[in-house]
């Protein structure tokens, strides 16, 4: 499994949806995150992927899709 | 040493109910429940003022004892200075002792616990004081769904003194932790003449990681466990946050008082209203761990363990 699919199924796990979301679509607009779904999302791919992942960058845009998550995990790895 | 001699609390007795802000905020009352665990929160009349509410919380927290400082939070006070401090003291009868202003926001209530810890073994019996008039900057136009139904109105008062006689009181202040954070300033501001600005995703993401951190530093520097906790008295922000904070934790959420769905977030007085009506009921045992903890705009954060003795 590649980091994409690693990525969207810890989305799919912690919005318990099955849809896929595009690479772009805004993960919140799109109904796959809320407030506090984020910090879950956060916590597992600290999990899946090994990585502690600090405070200071723990802006919410960073996260906003599938594309930024997978910049910003890939740039910490 | 320090000992918490007593808390106190006043609220305003108008009920706003989710019903009457949802016909403003062209929402369901019930989303309003979801999203933040509130059903209704008391608004202060036009007479009830920060300062006004905060003299009736101090009273409730104390008797005849001689005070040799008050430390007053609020975010929300009518003027930009002087703070409510000096008002609150005047009223009180205490002029001539030092009131000091604290602008600390939701963490406020707990950054003056903590500093009263620190300066009652030199200064006396300490008045915590926090008061806010929330109504009056989250109800400002243009009015926002996520930000206005979540406040409301109150006030709440500690009384910490010198706990090295036997009669200080009952509950021993420990140890406290104490963070700020400037970097994420912008997310969570009142800045003059708007309103409430909130992003509430990062305040959210903030806190869920923030709060835990601070419980766990200072269980684990007191070589004490989270599960050791008779209670766990926090800013009353979310009962969704309030429930992380809990899971995070590994304790059950019962352990968190929660007053929330009666009052909303009170900012800086919520703590320790919340204190304030678990100390009236059921209160302190012998033994109890009492955990205190708060995160707010800074973002400032931090927690503040005690014992009954």
């Known amino acids: ?4 699919e690693r990525i969207l199924a810890i989305v799919r796990k912690v919005s318990d949806q099955t849809a896929v979301p595009g690479p772009d679509e805004s993960l919140f607009d799109a109904g796959f995150l809320d407030s506090f779904a984020l910090p879950d999302m956060v916590s597992e791919l600290e ?3 090994g990585i502690k992942i600090p405070d200071s960058d723990l802006n919410p845009r960073k996260f906003e899709s599938i594309a930024r998550i997978q910049s910003y995990i890939e740039s910490r790895m | 040493m320090a000992a918490i001699k007593g808390f106190g609390a006043y609220m305003p007795s108008r009920i706003v109910t989710n019903a009457e802000l949802a016909a403003r905020l062209d929402c369901e009352p019930g989303w309003i429940l979801d999203v933040s665990g509130i059903e209704e929160r008391r608004y202060a009349s036009p007479e009830e003022t920060v300062t006004t509410m905060g003299v009736a919380a101090a009273r409730a927290a104390m008797n005849t004892e001689e005070i040799g400082m008050i430390l007053v939070s609020s975010g929300s006070g009518e003027r930009r200075f002087p703070g409510p401090g000096a008002s609150i003291a005047h009223a009180l009868g205490l002029d001539g002792v030092p009131a000091i ?4 926001a939701s963490a406020g209530g707990l950054f003056g ?5 620190s300066l009652a073994p030199i200064h006396g019996n300490i008045l915590v004081i926090a008061s806010e008039k929330m109504s009056t900057v989250a109800m400002r136009e243009p009015l926002e769904r ?11 008062a500690c009384l910490i003194g010198p706990g090295i006689d036997p009669g200080a009181g009952p509950v021993i202040i ?18 003059f003449d708007a309103p409430l600005s909130m992003n509430g995703r990062s305040v959210i993401l903030q806190a869920s990681r923030k709060i835990p951190a601070a419980i766990g ?27 992380r904070v809990a899971k995070a934790l590994a304790v059950d959420p019962s352990r968190f008082y929660s007053n929330i769905r009666r009052y909303g977030n009170t900012s800086s007085a919520s703590m320790l ?17 009492i955990c205190f903890a708060a995160f707010g705009a800074g973002f400032h954060w931090g927690a503040l363990l005690a014992q009954c003795l």
Do not use: C, Y
């Open chain 2, 113 to 117: 616990m903590a500093l009263a810890a």
């Open chain 2, 146 to 156: 996520g930000v206005a139904p979540l406040f409301g109105d109150g006030a709440g």
């Open chain 2, 273 to 289: 209203i919340a204190a304030a009506e678990w100390w009236h009921d059921p209160g302190p045992n012998t033994g109890d761990l």
């Open chain 2, 174 to 191: 420990i140890d406290s932790v104490l963070h700020s954070d400037g970097a994420f300033a912008e997310d969570l501001r009142l800045d």
């Open chain 2, 101 to 104: 202003d604290l602008p600390v």
């Open chain 1, 47 to 49: 999990r899946e992927f």
């Open chain 2, 217 to 243: 530093e200072l269980l684990e520097r007191n070589a004490k466990s989270a599960s050791a906790v008779k209670v766990f008295l926090m800013h009353q922000a979310n009962q969704n946050l309030m429930d």
């Open chain 1, 1 to 4: 499994m590649d980091n994409r």
